[in-house]
């Protein structure tokens, strides 16, 4: 089956530090990525996706690409912002399947 | 329109009591999806919609009962909830979902006392 796999949170970054959070996925067939951000309180919104290899997905200066041969979707940012602490979830779906498999969430702090 | 309204945003039910959640989408989305988070977790699937029909049930319990009255609309009716059952539940709607991806609501947070 499906499974998405994020490194362990909780992170804290000082502001203008450059992010990265980790993502590796197992799936059959070309799966699409997605990056979602959940703010406190709120639903989830789609940061990012990328639905082939290759692909860099691209939003409010975080990037991710489709690396097929290591299997990954890595978040990164060059200088986060106090306003970007949220929870982020790493997540898949494959064609014809209705289920968008999740990762397990990071929850991101930046410190002034 | 390129939204998912919810609501109510929060509702507190004894119980016993019945009450329904609201879902609307007016993106033409043919897929509509019922998810329930809990605290410091990704968000669980309980029900698929497509083309207004019942798709998934990833075996949800009886007191949690979903309708789609239109391609706008989800409901979830509740009735004899658990206070295990607090959490936030959302609703997601998709077209060509491999592309564009789920657009999600904000959620109803739901507290059973």
């Known amino acids: 089956g499906n499974s998405v796999t994020q490194m362990e949170g909780p992170v804290t970054l000082s502001e203008e530090a450059f992010l990265t959070i980790n993502c590796t996925y197992t799936?059959?067939?070309?799966?699409?990525l997605f990056w979602y951000v959940q703010y406190p309180g709120e639903g989830l919104q789609l940061l990012l996706k990328?639905?082939?290899?290759?692909d860099k997905g691209s939003n409010k200066g975080f990037e991710a690409t489709y690396r097929k041969e290591t299997t990954s979707f890595h978040l990164e940012k060059g200088s986060v912002q106090v306003s970007d602490s949220a929870v982020y979830f790493c997540?898949?779906?494959?064609?014809?399947?209705?289920?968008?498999?999740f990762g397990t969430g990071t929850r991101l702090t930046i410190i002034p | 329109d390129t939204e998912v309204t919810q609501t109510p945003k929060h509702l507190v039910m004894g119980m016993t009591n019945k009450k329904s959640l609201k879902c609307e989408q007016h993106?033409?989305?043919?897929?509509m999806y019922w998810y329930k988070q809990k605290a410091k977790k990704p968000p669980e699937l309980m029900f698929v919609?497509?083309?207004?029909?019942?798709?998934i049930n990833e075996s949800v319990p009886s007191r949690f009962s979903p309708e789609c009255p239109n391609s706008s609309l989800l409901n979830l009716h509740l009735h004899a909830l658990q206070p295990e059952d607090s959490a936030l539940y959302l609703c997601?709607?998709?077209?060509?979902?491999?592309?564009?991806?789920?657009?999600f609501g904000s959620g109803t947070r739901l507290t059973v006392v």
């Open positions: 997601a709607s998709s077209q060509d979902r491999e592309v564009y991806g789920y657009t």
């Open positions: 799936a059959t067939g070309y799966p699409s």
């Open positions: 990328a639905t082939k290899a290759d």
């Open positions: 997540a898949l779906v494959n064609f014809g399947n209705e289920k968008l498999t």
């Open positions: 993106m033409g989305h043919r897929a």
């Open positions: 919609y497509s083309y207004e029909k019942l798709s």
